[in-house]
T-cell receptor, first 113, second 117 residues
Framework: AQSVTQPDIHITVSEGASLELRCNYS??????LFWYVQSPGQGLQLLLK??????LVQGIKGFEAEFKRSQSSFNLRKPSVHWSDAAEYFC???????????FGAGTILRVKS | GAVVSQHPSWVICKSGTSVKIECRSL??????MFWYRQFPKQSLMLMAT?????????EQGVEKDKFLINHASLTLSTLTVTSAHPEDSSFYIC?????????????FGPGTRLTVL
């Protein structure tokens, strides 16, 4: 069974600073990988996804993520954080042969001015 | 494209009543819809998977008689919380997977906040 670990519960960065949110997964084969963002009281918005091909994936709002098979990681990055990026971020993994997504516990991003 | 709506966005009900939440795919057809529950400051927990025209598949520990799921068409799934109690208060989120989707990609609704008094 697949699982996802987001080691950081909270992260605080200054506006304009770079950001990296960590995600490690456990799965026996190459999974589908996703990053979602959730603002308070809202649903989930897809930031980016990895299915195959180029391991560096570009998403919306200036985010990118890199799939590293050797490290079982799919870390999310942004070169310059904006105050509007403050939200909760979820990494998710899906099996290629199934329907389910398994979510990490989430990382709450705070942006200080 | 790929918009999923939920109705209502929030609901307050008395203990013992039943509440129905609708999940609609607005611009695509969904063979499979998913229902998640999210407790405050926690991640999403999959409750059940519903396929159009068939019975839902519930995750371990989810009471199927309490959380009734119906997926009567390719654009609509409903979750009915029967005889709701305060411990059922939560944020319920649905998602949908498009017909013919090759990849396991789900589109999420905005969620429904249920408060049981």
């Amino acid at each position: 069974a697949q699982s996802v670990t987001q080691p950081d519960i909270h992260i605080t960065v200054s506006e304009g600073a770079s950001l990296e949110l960590r995600c490690n997964y456990s799965y026996g084969a190459t999974p589908y990988l996703f990053w979602y963002v959730q603002s308070p009281g809202q649903g989930l918005q897809l930031l980016l996804k990895y299915f195959s091909g180029d391991t560096l994936v570009q998403g919306i709002k200036g985010f990118e993520a890199e799939f590293k098979r050797s490290q079982s990681s799919f870390n999310l990055r942004k070169p310059s954080v904006h105050w509007s990026d403050a939200a909760e971020y979820f990494c998710a993994v899906g099996a290629r042969s199934g329907n389910k997504l398994v979510f990490g516990a989430g990382t709450i991003l705070r942006v200080k001015s | 494209g790929a918009v999923v709506s939920q109705h209502p966005s929030w609901v307050i009900c008395k203990s013992g009543t039943s509440v129905k939440i609708e999940c609609r795919s607005l611009d695509f057809q969904a063979t499979t819809m998913f229902w998640y529950r999210q407790f405050p400051k926690q991640s999403l927990m999959l409750m059940a998977t519903s396929n159009e025209g068939s019975k839902a598949t519930y995750e371990q520990g989810v009471e199927k008689d309490k959380f009734l799921i119906n997926h009567a068409s390719l654009t609509l799934s409903t979750l009915t919380v029967t005889s709701a109690h305060p411990e059922d208060s939560s944020f319920y989120i649905c998602s949908a997977r498009a017909v013919g989707a090759v990849y396991n990609e789900q589109f999420f609704g905005p969620g429904t906040r249920l408060t049981v008094l």
